[in-house]
Nanobody, 120 residues
């Protein structure tokens, strides 16, 4: 079992920045990857950024956020952050942290979500 707790959401104006954090607990040694996803009403949840939980720490991003968002991890604190810069109104969504477990092709655990609103 893995528990994920997000923090850092809020409301900012276009062009602003926010930093989201996701703290993982439980069987974290079995996590293959951690990612940030987002969802707006009426649409499917989409991947925003993902980082492997291995020595490579390889990252991947949705095209819509490349160059603006950065995902990073803190292994000592079992935490993954998402730094979001140059925010746009299209970034408004509920952001979820998700954990993929070793041997699984999908996200197995989700956090409760945190609201991000970009509005002038």
């Amino acid at each position: 079992q893995v528990q994920l707790v997000e923090s850092g959401g809020g409301s900012v104006q276009p062009g602003g920045s926010l930093r989201l954090s996701c703290a993982a607990s439980g069987t974290i040694f079995s996590i293959k990857a951690l990612g940030w996803y987002r969802q707006v009403p009426g649409r499917e949840r989409e991947l925003v950024a993902r980082i492997l939980n291995d020595n490579s720490g390889s990252t991947s991003y949705a095209d819509s956020v490349k160059g603006r968002f950065t995902i990073s991890r803190d292994n000592l604190e079992a935490k993954v952050d998402l730094q979001m810069n140059s925010l746009k109104s299209d970034d408004t969504a509920i952001y979820y942290c998700g954990a993929e477990m070793i041997g699984s092709p999908r996200v197995n655990y989700w956090g409760q979500g945190t609201q991000v609103t970009i509005s002038s």
